[in-house]
């Protein structure tokens, strides 16, 4: 019959026509699209612009710059973008080894490092006004602070340095004008200073306190430090 005839000329001329060969997909590249959708859904859920740059030229962002909108004072009805964070791949293994945030000012106000690559950040600095009063550091990689380091003016005030890794202070160093003028240890492990010692430019000056005279630990510092050199973003 005709109808049978016409549904024959249609298998004839699909089994004549070229095949289109059906193309790989390259789980790679879908797992790299999901990751840049990530980083663009986190840009929006946290009201920020996203820039990318692919610093080695193999298709991949390395560096991701976030954006604060903001009204233009000097020219009303535009608007600026204030660089609010920077995070960097440095050795291109697709994970972040570097993360600096900024204040309002676009001065740095914090500093994140992967020291080991392993996707955990190891040293933290904290800036206030551009100017450091902090720095912790995870000496043995195991996601706990060992060293702490307090800043007044930009200057090194004190120290606190857990030197048996098992995650409580043992030493305290204390410095005036930039020079160590006393340490407390703590011997028996429960947090508090057991023993004083003067540093050497003061010891023949000051008397140290009694052995055994037993302190508690004073809190940090909290007096803010200013400089007239901020980290600006770069």
Known sequence: TMRCKELMGLCLLWACAPQRKEMAVDPKAVAAAAEQDRWASLAREQGLELKRYDLNRDRQ???????????????????????????????????????????????????????????????????????????????????????????????????EADRNLDGVIEVWEYYENGAIDRVGYDTDGDGEVDTWEKGQKTAKQEGAPAEGDKTQAPPPAATPAETTDPAKPT
Do not use: M, W
Not at 87 to 96: A, C, H, L
Not at 106 to 121: C, K, V
């Open 61 to 159: 962002p390395d560096v991701y710059k976030f954006y604060v909108v903001v009204d233009n004072p000097n020219k009303p009805g535009e608007k600026l973008e204030r660089v609010a964070r920077k995070e960097v791949d440095f050795n291109y293994d697709g994970k972040i080894d570097l993360i600096r945030s900024y204040d309002d000012k676009e001065a740095l106000a914090e500093e994140r490092i992967d020291l080991d690559f392993d996707g955990n950040f190891d040293k933290l600095d904290v800036y206030q006004n551009g100017g450091i009063v902090r720095k912790e550091l995870d000496i043995n990689y195991d996601g706990k602070t060992d060293i702490t380091k307090y800043y007044e003016q930009v200057k090194i005030v004190r120290i």
